[in-house]
């Protein structure tokens, strides 16, 4: 009966071993494949509540994205506080943390995934519901991907280490872009959205409350880029200069239409272009037998010549002496001008 009791026994006791083991062994394989346990499990060193936390996302452009976070923190806890432990953002290119004291020191405790967990000092310790404000600052390590020559997605895993009150999140997109909602991918992010512009550039910000330790919220964002346009730079002058020209063209042929029409169709020869010119030359006036010695041409072809520019208005003849004077009219003028 005792040896039976004693099996029995020993069988409950191996029975409850098993449980056990069994049990650490799928919490162990659980923590390893859930970062968010180690996530729970690492913020247990603080005791904080935050009441606002600001992350504002600057892509200047798509090679340099500056992010800026504000968290004001509370002691929640009856201990004080002389350092905080820290969820950011896997890249800490150019980390910067600051109190309204200055610069703070920190280290960098794990990384998990897309984040890094920081113990950041203080520059003073926090007392029991006295509050600490801290200002972050890092550049991404990672750029948006290209999809096509101006098209680019953007994606950014936001950190929530404790119990958030109320988080503000935007995103400042570069210059004349726009986000885009055609296509097999759409942008992932609250549709509490607001959008508003700061000069050309599209900012995309929302706000969410009450966030648990848990939540670590991710945003995908789809936008455009203004096409290439330089070569406008090099074409637009161009254009401009061809019309220009051709500008004045069109309106110097108009007056010289509309002088043709105050004056009639006018038909001259070679010879009497000839005198014409040169009576202009001479100042307007001028002896016919000088202008038959510097025409070279004989009496009777100056003559004859002169007899059809009279008739037509562009000169008059007057008697000099025993010597004709030739003067241009002002048709004269006009049709040497």
Not at 54 to 82: D, H, K, W, Y
Not at 108 to 136: A, D, R
Not at 161 to 190: N, V
Not at 196 to 211: A, H, P, T
Request: charge should be negative.
């Amino acid at each position: 009966m005792l040896l039976k009791y004693n099996t029995q026994y020993s069988s409950l006791v191996l029975i409850v071993l098993s449980i056990l083991f069994f049990s650490s062994f799928t919490n162990q394989i659980s923590s390893y494949n859930d970062p968010c346990q180690k996530h729970n499990s690492l913020n247990s060193f603080d005791t904080c509540i935050v009441k606002s936390h600001l992350t504002q996302i600057n892509i200047i452009s798509v090679e340099e994205i500056e992010v800026r976070e504000i968290l004001e923190m509370e002691n929640s806890g009856i201990a004080p506080l002389s350092s905080i432990h820290l969820w950011i953002n896997h890249s800490l290119n150019s980390l910067e943390i600051e109190d309204v004291s200055g610069v703070l020191s920190f280290d960098i405790v794990m990384e998990i995934e897309n984040y890094c967990f920081l113990k950041i000092y203080l520059s003073k310790e926090v007392q029991y519901q006295e509050f600490v404000k801290l200002y972050i600052t890092y550049h991404l390590d990672e750029f948006p991907f290209a999809e096509e020559s101006n098209s680019y997605y953007f994606e950014f895993y936001s950190t929530i280490t404790y119990f958030t009150a109320f988080h503000y999140f935007s995103i400042r997109l570069p210059d004349e872009c726009y986000i885009k909602e055609e296509g097999d991918l759409t942008s992932i992010f609250p549709r509490n959205e607001s959008k508003s512009f700061i000069g050309k550039r599209l900012i995309v910000s929302w706000v969410l409350i009450e966030l648990s330790p848990t939540s670590n919220p991710f945003y995908f964002i789809r936008f455009e880029t203004p096409r290439n346009l330089t070569w406008l730079y090099v074409i637009g002058p161009l254009l401009g200069l061809i019309a220009g020209i051709v500008g004045t063209l069109w309106f110097m042929r108009g007056r010289e239409k509309t002088s043709i029409k105050s004056m009639g169709t006018v038909f001259l020869n070679e010879s009497q272009k000839i005198l014409l010119k040169i009576t202009f030359e001479n100042g307007g006036k001028i002896a016919q037998k000088d202008l038959c010695k510097k025409s070279g041409f004989t009496r009777s072809k100056t003559s004859r010549n002169l007899i059809a520019l009279d008739e037509q208005g562009f000169v008059i003849k007057e008697k000099w002496g025993r010597n004709s004077l030739i003067k241009l009219t002002k048709l004269g003028e006009k049709v040497i001008e």
